[in-house]
């Protein structure tokens, strides 16, 4: 598993809101290791047996905390994102609609202070093993040694849902975000899940729109020995239109779901045309 493992302490911004306190209720029953919440002016109270503080400096004062994840509205995010970033080592970001430069700022001070950001726009990560830091559905998925990285929520619970079905379990499962500025890249979380020795195959569900996926590719052809499925959604999208995320739009040439698949081919990546064909072709390796 990667990210998120045993060693992983993390705190809730926003927890006494009303996305913060019915997911941390949800992740709490899943056995994540939650052990504070932060909402300013609310320091003293507790959640379901989670203390809450003023600011992360006093959960800090008051314990060991190393993970941070965020459910505070737009306006406020970037805020609650740099008190995170300066204070640990991990910060998943569930928030949507952060305008795009106050998500610049945000990824500048993260690598500046090399903390890695998971999102914006993410329904987060989960290992089966020991929990999540995220919004998914949590019955969807199981224990196994196949890593999951996508950039759309909903279908990492359909793929998910699949393999689970197929007794196919799950390492580790990451939104990296559907925004067109994002914190960790596929590129990153693919050289993670080679590293990691509970990984052995590795599903990548992407979508029209930018390049990451070709940029994928590439690190795949020179980085990765493990075997990697791939699935773009989006192929029957029209230019210029933008189908769902902020990110997945094409502009001219590039992004469109056929060059990406190709670019995936030719790194020695097994494509699907579908999400109903990744559990055959994980059989298959």
């Known amino acids: 598993m990667i990210l998120l493992n045993e060693d992983t302490k993390c705190l809730v911004q926003g927890i006494t809101g009303k996305q913060g306190s019915f997911h941390t209720s949800q992740m709490l029953q899943y056995n994540t290791n939650i052990v504070a919440g932060v909402t300013p002016g609310r320091g003293g109270e507790d ?3 989670v ?3 003023n600011s992360i400096e006093e959960v800090k004062e008051n314990m060991e905390v190393n993970s941070s994840i965020i459910f505070v509205p737009a306006p406020f995010a970037k805020d609650a994102a740099h008190e995170s970033i300066k204070h640990l080592d991990l910060v998943v970001i569930i928030t949507e609609h952060i305008p795009v430069h106050d998500s610049m700022e945000i990824m500048a001070y993260a690598r500046k202070k090399d903390v890695t ?3 914006p726009n993410t329904p987060g990560i989960i290992s089966p093993k020991v929990g999540k830091l995220g919004i998914m559905p949590t019955n969807v998925f ?5 890593g999951v990285i996508s950039r759309s929520g909903t279908l990492t619970y359909e793929v998910a849902s699949q393999l689970t079905r ?3 379990g799950q390492s580790t499962c990451v939104g990296i975000g559907g925004d067109p500025v994002i914190g960790t890249n596929f590129s990153s979380v693919l050289q993670m899940f080679e590293d990691d020795n509970e990984t052995e195959q ?3 569900i992407g979508e029209i729109g930018g390049n990451a996926e070709e940029k994928a590719a590439e690190f795949i052809a020179d980085n990765i020995s493990k075997p990697v499925i791939s699935y773009i959604a989006g192929v ?3 230019p210029g239109k ?3 995320h902020a990110g997945a739009i094409i502009e001219g040439n590039t992004g469109t779901a056929k060059s990406k698949m190709e670019t995936l081919k030719s790194a020695g990546v097994k494509v699907a045309r579908r999400p109903s064909e990744i559990v055959d072709l994980i059989k298959t390796n």
């Open 202 to 204: 590795i599903v990548m």
């Open 142 to 146: 199981s224990e196994g040694n196949v």
């Open 242 to 244: 933008r189908m769902g």
């Open 166 to 168: 197929a007794n196919i």
């Open 117 to 119: 950001v998971i999102g």
């Open 47 to 49: 959640f379901e047996g």
């Open 51 to 53: 203390p809450v503080f």
């Open 236 to 238: 029957t999208a029209p």
